[in-house]
């Protein structure tokens, strides 16, 4: 493959002080090893050599990654989408709490299949999904009644049109980071709230599994955040995080595969236990989360 990304300073905030910290198995697709770098700046790790985005298609392409497929296949699925049920309704409620928007208009980037999009849809809001893979949108479209876009409209849209941006674990799957936060910073009304979820190498879960902790899923994942290295990217982006908020189930989910990663088996015990652990240390600081929200507003005028 000769389309790789190779970054020679931090994607994030330009340093040149990089280190290589882990080598980590493609365990979905290829079996393949990647490097992960880390920046000595801000904390930023990012996959190294990863396919570039006319090579990254194929590494998607298996059915159990749910936010393409919608597969309720193996006890895991069914678990995960038993707590997305929940959990749409807890998003939902997040978004008007700190938006302070009971309804308007809201940019769903990265929709998968659309099952979010779907329940704003539903509580009244204007929703625009946008997704990159079309089985994805057909999906949305057949099964929830979502109209997602290629994301490549991103930059076709209107500026300053939207109250609330997500991005559900998806700001580590693009490859032109920078120029994706400009283009949101764009787009978000002068009081919009944009919201952006993503995993937390420095949780417990994550230190506890190391090379097969799932949440790296190399190389979808192109860049791998704790919350040091997400401040520093989005301030540079005029963006201020207002709120992190844990995402308590992730832990449990992503210790499932995890320990399927390690011992190729899904080891359910070991699972909740880490998930327990990893939790009740973020009691204490949300910021040791298996996954964190960032609520984020543009910087005062």
């Given amino acids: 493959m ?4 190779h970054h020679t300073v931090c994607p994030g905030c330009n340093s040149g002080s990089l280190r290589s910290v882990l080598e980590v198995k493609d365990f979905s697709v290829t079996g393949h090893l990647f490097s ?5 700046e801000c904390g930023l790790r990012f996959t190294q050599d990863a396919p570039g985005p006319d090579s990254i298609a194929p590494y998607y392409q298996f059915e159990q990654y749910i936010s393409h497929t919608n597969t309720n296949k193996g006890l895991v699925n069914k678990l995960y989408q038993g707590v997305r049920k929940f959990t749409l ?25 659309g099952a979010f999009a779907s329940a704003m849809q539903r509580a ?7 997704e990159p893979d079309a089985g994805a949108r057909n999906i949305a479209r057949e099964q929830f009644g979502v109209q997602a876009v290629d994301s490549a409209q991103l930059y076709q849209l ?6 609330v941006i997500t991005l559900w674990h998806v700001l ?3 490859h032109q980071l920078k120029d994706v936060l400009v283009q949101l910073r764009k787009l978000l009304k002068p009081e919009g709230t944009l919201f952006i979820a993503v995993p937390n190498y420095m949780s417990y879960d994550a230190m506890a599994f190391g090379e097969y902790w799932a949440a790296y ?10 919350p040091r290295s997400m401040r520093a990217l989005l301030s540079a982006h005029q963006l201020v995080v207002t709120e992190t908020l844990p995402m308590w189930f992730d832990s449990f989910y992503v ?18 236990l880490t998930g327990c652990i990893s939790n009740l240390r973020a009691l204490a600081d949300t910021e040791k989360c298996s996954s964190i929200i960032y609520g984020c507003r543009q910087w005062p005028h």
């Fill in 2 to 5: 000769t389309d790789r990304v």
């Fill in 36 to 40: 992960l770098n880390e920046c000595n």
């Fill in 158 to 163: 209107p500026e300053a049109q939207y109250d």
């Fill in 217 to 226: 899923d190399v190389p979808r994942h192109l860049y791998h955040f704790t």
């Fill in 124 to 130: 009244g809001w204007t929703v625009t999904a946008l």
């Fill in 255 to 272: 210790s499932l595969l995890s320990t399927a990663n390690r011992s190729g088996r899904t080891d359910y015990v070991k699972a909740f």
């Fill in 172 to 174: 580590e799957h693009m």
């Fill in 89 to 113: 309704r807890q998003k939902r409620k997040l978004i008007q709490k700190s938006s302070g928007c009971q309804t308007g208009h809201l940019l769903d980037v990265g929709c998968g299949t």
